[in-house]
Structure formats: structure tokens, C-alpha cells
């Protein structure tokens, strides 16, 4: 299994990113997909999920109504829409898959395969 994140990028607040997130390996559509971050000197938290038939998501409350996150099944990728990102967005941001979707939280113990990390950092 392998899951490979990319997009991350240096960007201004205020500003716009993709990061997309491409899987091999494994059945694309019988697994959740999420997005977590982590910071440096944080812990790990989760950012969004959607749910493999991609007519339910979740959102932490620090990123609502700015992110956005997709499927596209023939692609076997997730992407994470991110507007008007602020510095405290600054992290490595990580893909991950997992068989157990919840809507009103996101656990990193319920996603068993993950990817390396994508770069994103908000400048002032």
C-alpha cells in the first residue's frame, strides 16, 4: 500500500493550495480518506474526512468553512481545497487512509495507512 501526498507549497495568508493525495495498493473506494497536520513542537490533529462514498465529511472547527475535501474515484485521489489559509495552517500535512469513518470526530488510531507528508507553510 502506498499513499503519496503532494501540492504543499509556501503560500501568503490569505491565499489558496491544493494538496492532492494519490493511493495504490488498496481498494480506493472501500476506505475513508482524512487529512491531518502536524506542526512543529504540536501534536498531530486531525483536519478532515470523507467518507468512501463521499456524501459525508468532517472538518475541524479550526479549518470549517475555508478547506474543502474531495474524492475522485477514477483518479483514486483525495485533494484538500485550502483558502483563506492563515500562518497557524503552517504544518506537514498528511494523508491517510482508514476503514472507519466517524462524523462528528476524526481519530489517527482508526487510519492504518499513511503517506510521508506534504509541506505547507503560511507566510504573513
Known amino acids: 500500500v502506498q499513499v503519496v501526498e503532494s501540492g504543499g507549497d509556501l503560500v501568503q495568508a490569505g491565499g489558496s493550495l491544493r494538496l492532492s493525495c494519490t493511493a495504490s495498493?488498496?481498494?480506493?473506494?472501500?476506505?475513508?480518506w482524512a487529512w491531518f497536520r502536524q506542526a512543529p513542537g504540536k501534536e498531530r490533529e486531525g483536519v478532515s474526512c470523507?467518507?468512501?462514498?463521499?456524501?459525508?465529511?468532517y472538518y475541524a472547527d479550526a479549518v470549517k468553512g475555508r478547506f474543502a475535501i474531495s474524492l475522485d474515484h477514477a483518479k483514486n485521489t483525495v485533494y484538500l481545497q485550502m483558502n483563506s489559509v492563515k500562518p497557524e495552517d503552517t504544518a506537514m500535512y498528511y494523508c491517510?487512509?482508514?476503514?472507519?469513518?466517524?462524523?462528528?470526530?476524526?481519530?489517527?488510531?482508526?487510519?492504518?495507512?499513511w503517506g510521508q507528508g506534504t509541506q505547507v507553510t503560511v507566510s504573513s
Open positions: 491517510a487512509a482508514g476503514r472507519k469513518y466517524r462524523e462528528y470526530t476524526l481519530l489517527s488510531d482508526d487510519f492504518l495507512n
Open positions: 495498493g488498496l481498494i480506493f473506494d472501500n476506505y475513508a
Open positions: 470523507i467518507k468512501w462514498s463521499g456524501d459525508s465529511t
